[in-house]
């Protein structure tokens, strides 16, 4: 958590909200729109290693 934190300092902090108001503002809906993608994405990928997992260790069950 402290790590994404992290990030957002650094993308932010660079920023002068007086001198680009609205450069500010692009880069955090720019920022919410990735977000918005890649965690639906991050998502599925542990729902689908999950179900996989679950498969292995059922087959390895049936198997002994």
Sequence with gaps: MEKVL???KNIFGNMSLRKHPFLFL???IVLIIIAYTLIPIFVELVVYIVNVLSNLVENILKGI
């Design 6 to 8: 992290n990030v957002f």
């Design 26 to 28: 692009l880069q955090f």
